[in-house]
Structure formats: structure tokens, C-alpha cells
């Protein structure tokens, strides 16, 4: 079960998660990275991405962000935070609009 999360919101949400995992899409497969994040209303930012990540990203604006549960004692914190968006490379930051964002129910 999933329960969506307004992307407004997502920053609430995020309590006890320090980094997210980005996932890209090149032209031969899914790439992932581990990166902090800052995450103003519907609005993350993420640097020190590597060459890869980049590329995806300017051939590729749609992406996909995932927080992995938390162990700080927070509503939902079991589950998995998915976000996708829409991202643009400025420098050395990646800035993603997110889209949809969803609690992910706990794996069994």
C-alpha cells in the first residue's frame, strides 16, 4: 500500500532520512547514486554528482528519488519515501521539481 504524499510536503516527511538514492536513465540502463539532499517545499537539490548522474540527466530530465525507511520515531517511518520529478543540472547541482512522492509500504 502506498500513501501519497503532497510534494509540498515532502520536507516534513523526510525526518531522519539523510540521504536519498537518485535514480537516472541512460541510453543503456538505470543508474543509481547515493547523494545528500536539500529539500525546500517541492524542490530538491543535490551535489557531487558524478559524471554518469549528469549525463542522465541532461539527456534525460526524468528521475526518480528514494529515501530508505528511518529509524527515528516518526509517523510512517517504516516506510520508503519514492518521489519522481523532473531535473535540470545547473553547475554542479541538480535541482529536481518533484512530481509525485508516496509512502511505500514496508517490504514483508
Excluded: K
Excluded at 540521504?19 to 517545499?41: D, K, M, N, P
Excluded at 549528469?54 to 530530465?61: D, I, Q, R, T, Y
Excluded at 517511518?77 to 554542479?92: K, L, R
Amino acid at each position: 500500500m502506498s500513501i501519497r504524499i503532497e510534494p509540498t510536503r515532502l520536507s516534513e516527511c523526510l525526518v531522519g532520512r539523510d540521504f536519498a538514492y537518485l535514480v537516472t536513465a541512460g541510453s543503456e540502463r538505470a543508474h543509481v547514486v547515493a547523494l545528500q539532499c536539500a529539500v525546500i517545499g517541492e524542490r530538491v537539490t543535490m551535489t557531487q554528482a558524478g559524471r554518469s548522474t549528469v549525463a542522465n540527466v541532461a539527456s534525460n530530465p526524468r528521475v526518480t528519488l528514494v529515501w530508505a525507511p528511518t529509524e527515528v520515531d516518526v509517523e510512517n517511518h517504516d516506510y520508503s519515501i519514492i518521489a519522481d520529478g523532473s531535473a535540470i543540472v545547473d553547475g554542479d547541482v541538480i535541482a529536481i521539481t518533484v512530481t509525485n512522492a508516496v509512502f511505500h509500504r514496508p517490504a514483508p
